[in-house]
């Protein structure tokens, strides 16, 4: 026998696919380099500038080359503690509840690996854990909320779910809380209903709160606080810290949980060994939290709140459903409106739909559907509101100071990339689209 | 039901451990931060300081945010591939072929993930390749290699192995070359005959080359020239460029295994996203490898040349076997010669050899035995010799010039803790065990 390699992959990944989100990034990254001009409403990275005390930090830390604790330096997971004290009034933390790995998505993944039972997914929700959950052999129970609920999950939406499926005796619902893709929040009273019919069943659940921080009126709530014995939270740098490209996050877990917790750091010295050296120094300063970190954080949150809110409202504008984000930077339009139009060109997917506009208007996208756990056939897009330079408009946001709303005028001149992809996207609908 | 959070884990993880390295090595920076003395002789982390030009780089790039492609920069990539054609003579690489990640470890990992198939270790082999094959579900076959043969894989073990053993018919040897623990390489010619058996059964390599640039005479041999469409290559900056803690490792994967490399990248998608992007752009620094980094290399590797050379000799004198190290940190001394006077004091495996040893004198050696998937009652250790300040020996090294060769006297001047360590080794062993 000579050089047969065939079917060296687990059969069932045969048709394993990249993450969609990352994909596309690449693709437009690579359009953008050669030089041509792309609205990109795909995708969801920090516009901002990381903050520069952290930046110094790191370059402070550049030397530090030794491998570090499995599951981070004692003062990176002090400094996680006290910022949940502080963030969420979260009292009783210990640095032993808290593993740091490169990125919170590795954590959940590796959480997934070690996990004994099925998983409980939101539709919509995050491209992501689908397949984390297929590469790590889970059944996975799809719940779909609807907009009217806010794409929330409620109480009885959970307990059909339970009745009428045949499940494991374990299950972990993945919560994620502000949720990506649709920007909505959950309100105390609604954690505090979800608590009891999870407790009830015993459903572990792991919160992923990445875009807690980026709260509008900095009001997040987490579910840590009333099903403390149930909830691993799990968050990082990425988003609120502008610090995707460092790879830095965390799960809390319950002291009830600690099992799923060891097994994560052995699995975790096995794979990943520590999350980078120089840049776990460098975090404790965004962790401690200071009050310019704090000033710095209110900036960047309201100018998305600006252009969430704007965006918001020009789409409502022309009859497209959305729900009002409240964090983060996300909204989940529904152009039901533009069915009869779109389907007079042959138009009957979202994947079609977003197509068509990035072809026509070098508008991009990301089409819900699948992707999202959504049906093909619903004209959901994930539209992401940050393309613009962020370090321009933090620059003017602080010249104004926090006592100063910001405007549309505001919007349009320091957040012009995403202000004109608006437009954009609105004149080839009208031209194309005689109803909108 | 409430709060019954009992068996959430995987079965067969229940008494799933850490990796032993990384857990023994934190005890004992736990017991030096309490300020106990101890030698240091079980973890194979590199002495030195980063490279100055590299620290200084990841100091220009600190403030890099960005989400990064999946697999690394293209600049990083090219890197690596005119790296490996200025140290292996491996011509034809493509970008394309690399897949960076946050350590090579964590590569092997997501490698053994997606494939399908059985798993050839060899025994001693490095403490992780079994714990991944366990965490992804794999059957492993375990091939028993001696002394004699200086702990290599020849073709017949191989050979005899297939014929005694049922596998699958896809098949996944691990390689590492140079050989932790054992320190041991191929030549030229071993390679080539493993290579045509190899070829012969269609059988996938994972060269593990993480110690390739530590080889004491920079003569290292890659597979990957011989095999090249079955070796996917592995290393990283952990070792060679004192980065452990940096978190940088890479796959090149032959054309051939084009279906593997992309399963692997869309795992790595899904889990790691991308290695951290400040030590991305840092990384093309080294692998640039100017004279500068290559002389850097040099003294690093011929310091560990000096002290492996001195370790070996000292524990052969008192009648210790062990395969003269020809790259890295490590050597597999094999303490049989103590079996009787062990056996007096009713220690009969290697794992209390090294507590008495450790409780005795401080002296901290890895135990041989299940970890290194050696029999328990064979008195091997593994010992590194890498516990001395490696900025101090490698002034004093630069000062001397490559010209000058290395005396013992510089080892008792600047490895002075490995040294005193080998040295406090046989004082006790002599006390406690007068045959010595």
Do not use: H
């Given at each position: 026998m000579e050089s047969d390699y065939s079917s060296l992959l687990r059969p069932d990944l045969a048709n394993y696919c990249p993450a969609?989100?990352?994909?596309?990034?690449?693709?437009?990254?690579?359009?953008?380099?050669?030089?041509?001009k792309v609205y990109h409403l795909a995708f969801g990275q920090s516009p901002f500038p990381i903050y520069e005390g952290a930046t110094k930090a790191l370059c402070q830390h550049a030397g530090e080359n030794a491998y570090l604790p499995v599951a981070g330096i004692p003062e990176l997971r002090q400094s996680i503690c006290d910022f949940h004290c502080k963030t969420d009034d979260l009292q009783d933390l210990d640095p032993e509840q808290v593993v740091v790995g490169p990125g919170s998505k590795e954590l959940i993944y590796l959480l997934l690996e070690v996990f004994n039972g099925d998983v409980l997914l939101l539709s919509p929700c995050w491209t992501t854990y689908k397949p984390q959950c297929h590469l790590t052999r889970h059944n996975v129970v799809v719940m779909p909320t609807t907009m009217e609920?806010?794409?929330?999950l409620t109480p009885d939406l959970l307990e059909e779910t339970l009745r009428t499926n045949d499940l494991h005796r374990n299950k972990l619902l993945i919560l994620c809380n502000p949720d990506n893709p649709t920007g909505t929040c959950y309100s105390q009273h609604q954690l505090k209903q979800l608590s009891s019919t999870l407790r009830k069943h015993g459903i572990v659940v792991l919160s992923d709160e990445i875009y807690a921080r980026l709260h509008y009126t900095d009001n997040h709530e987490t579910i840590?606080?009333?099903?403390?014995?149930?909830?691993?939270?799990?968050?990082?740098?990425?988003k609120w810290a502008s610090a995707g490209g460092w790879r830095l996050g965390y799960?809390?877990?319950?002291?009830?949980?600690?099992p799923l917790r060891c097994a994560v750091k052995s699995a975790a010295s096995h794979t990943y060994s520590c999350a980078s050296a120089p840049?776990?120094?460098?975090a404790v300063t965004l962790f401690n939290y200071s009050d310019e970190v704090q000033e710095y954080r209110a900036h960047c949150s309201r100018i998305l709140q600006a252009v969430g809110t704007y965006s918001c409202k020009e789409l409502r504008a022309v009859g497209v459903k959305v729900v009002q984000p409240t964090s983060g930077y996300y909204i989940l339009p529904n152009f039901e409106v533009l069915r009869k139009s779109l389907s007079k060109r042959g138009i009957t997917t979202c994947t079609q739909m977003c197509e068509a506009l990035f072809e026509e208007a070098r508008v991009a996208l990301m089409a819900g559907g699948p992707?999202?756990?959504?049906?093909?056939?619903?004209?959901?897009?994930?539209?992401?509101?940050?393309d613009f330079d962020g370090s321009h408009a933090l620059k003017a946001s602080k010249k104004l100071g926090l006592d100063v709303p910001l405007s549309e005028e505001f919007?349009?001149?320091?957040?012009?990339?995403?202000?004109?992809g608006i437009q954009v996207r609105h004149k080839t609908c009208a031209k194309a689209l005689p109803c909108v």
């Open positions: 969609s989100n990352l994909m596309l990034n690449e693709k437009i990254r690579n359009l953008r380099k050669a030089g041509e609920d806010e794409w929330r840590a606080k009333y099903y403390p014995e149930g909830t691993i939270l799990c968050s990082g740098l990425s799960c809390v877990y319950p002291r009830e949980l600690d840049i776990q120094y460098a992707a999202f756990l959504r049906p093909l056939n619903e004209f959901t897009t994930r539209l992401c509101v940050i919007v349009k001149e320091y957040c012009g990339q995403t202000y004109d």
